[in-house]
């Protein structure tokens, strides 16, 4: 009999010249997903697994207790954009992605879904605007690890891809006057950038944000990663945010615990730090209240 890994290495060279839509639910919720040459696959997959149910119970309660737009910082494959219309077909997205590969992929999910109320601009967010080096593993274009951080995870091949990044100064004329709810930042390292990028409106609009932060990595600098999460800790403090980690439940369906933090813990991504790398930063004057309900 022909192993799983087989048939898949069989059918790779075959997949990089096809497009096509699979179809997947999640109770009464449907979406269909487009594979395009490939690419799409890794987003059914981890549609069907479930191992991120717990993120639709956690957005699920943010979007009862905040009002305005939700906001995403590093669109990717569009992932967080079919979690939320799971949930909410009507609250305003906007979605932030330098990467164009990625915006075509996400562009075919809207339309082939049908989303409304959806607007993405092809643009990342940092504390000045220009133009910056976006680094990718070679051939995979639209690969989530993609960083604008090149030492991240040192000795490895990249390709680099230059990309807009966008100040505080210009993204106030793309916002407006729309209030932040919900923000996710998903953006490999660079989020002392966005946070110096998006500082006066989350100040001023005192939204719920979920963000990854990474350990380092395994043949990364301990010191230079704990700089950068340092800085990270203190923009947040400035502006009357408190740091709180996810600790999710063994079958990853629901959060077990919020813990509060003074400093992002210093290791390496590896182990049991692979599942701590999920944050929320809530405003202090309502990060007891909203921690509680969160749970």
Not at 170 to 199: N, S
Not at 211 to 220: A, I, N, P
Not at 254 to 283: C, K, Q, V, W
């Amino acid at each position: 009999m022909i192993s799983e890994n087989r048939i898949r290495a069989l059918l790779q060279p075959l997949l990089s010249h096809l497009s096509f839509y699979l179809p997947a639910s999640h109770g009464d919720q449907k979406v269909s997903i487009p594979v395009l040459r490939g690419t799409g696959l890794g987003v059914y997959k981890q549609f069907r697994s479930g191992e991120e149910l717990w993120k639709l119970g956690l957005y699920k309660r943010l979007l009862g207790l905040t009002d305005g737009l939700f906001v995403d910082v590093g669109v990717n494959l569009g992932q967080t954009l079919i979690q939320l219309r799971q949930i909410d077909r009507e609250r305003p997205y906007l979605g932030f992605e330098p990467n164009p590969d990625c915006l075509h992929y996400v562009d075919t999910l809207i339309r082939r879904n049908s989303y409304a109320h959806v607007e993405l601009l092809a643009v990342g967010i940092g504390e000045n605007t220009g133009v910056l080096s976006l680094y990718l593993p070679p051939g995979r274009s639209t690969d989530s690890t993609a960083t604008l951080i090149k030492d991240l995870r040192p000795d490895r091949d990249y390709d680099a891809r230059q990309v807009p990044i966008f100040s505080e100064d210009h993204l106030v004329g793309l916002i407006g006057d729309r209030k932040l709810g919900v923000v996710k930042v998903d953006v490999e390292g660079a989020e002392p950038e966005v946070f110096k990028g998006l500082r006066n409106s989350i100040d001023k609009d005192r939204p719920a944000v979920l963000c990854e932060v990474l350990f380092t990595d395994h043949r990364g600098d301990l010191d230079a990663s704990a700089t950068r999460n340092a800085e990270l800790m203190s923009i947040l403090g400035g502006i009357g945010y408190r740091v709180f980690q996810i600790r999710k439940s063994d079958d990853r369906q629901r959060i077990a615990a919020l813990t509060s933090m003074d400093e992002f813990p210093r290791g390496y991504h590896e182990g049991e730090n692979m599942a701590l790398a999920d944050y929320l930063f809530l405003p202090a004057e309502h990060a007891e209240n909203w921690g509680q309900s969160l749970l």
